[in-house]
């Protein structure tokens, strides 16, 4: 499947300017660089993002995971590779990219979850981690962007 055409932020280069500041947001938010990557690889798991699953993976390995733990990431619930704070944050990105799969998309038991584990800052920056992967997600899905052309 070839792709349809270059990623919108290639192509209006201001739109990646906004993207990059809440990276930057985001990465001072005191989570760790892993969790960060573990919330992205599931919300593009979830979406179908073949870029973002790969390119993801890279960057979560490039941040100390390993295979396993990665292998494992579609399956969190049923493995034991997971703090109770990752697994948190990863039904917190579940819940925050299915909003549509139940009327209150995100539940009071994921969010105080999420909340036992996290402070308000760090919240702030996986809900942000969250966001901007599911707008990557669909850009790169409505464009067919694929796995392993350059992130830039």
């Known amino acids: 499947m070839a792709a349809r055409m270059k990623n919108p932020t290639q192509v209006l280069p201001d739109a990646?300017?906004?993207?990059?500041?809440?990276?930057?947001a985001m990465h001072k938010g005191g989570v760790p660089q892993a969790t960060l990557e573990l919330v992205h690889l599931r919300a593009s798991q979830i979406n179908g993002c073949g870029p973002c699953v790969h390119g993801g993976a890279e960057s979560a390995r490039k941040a100390g995971e390993t295979d396993e733990?990665?292998?494992?990431?579609?399956?969190?619930?049923?493995?034991?590779?997971f703090t109770d704070a990752e697994r948190a944050a990863l039904a917190?990105?579940?819940a925050a990219t299915r909003l549509s799969d139940r009327p209150d998309a995100v539940p009071d038991a994921v969010w105080d979850a999420a909340a036992d584990h996290y402070t308000e800052e760090q919240l702030a920056a996986i809900i942000l981690m969250i966001a901007t992967t599911n707008l990557f997600n669909r850009l790169n899905v409505t464009v067919r962007a694929q796995a392993g052309a350059s992130w830039s």
């Open 16 to 24: 990646m300017t906004g993207i990059q500041n809440l990276f930057k």
């Open 69 to 81: 733990r990665l292998f494992a990431v579609a399956a969190w619930r049923e493995t034991p590779f």
């Open 92 to 94: 917190l990105a579940e």
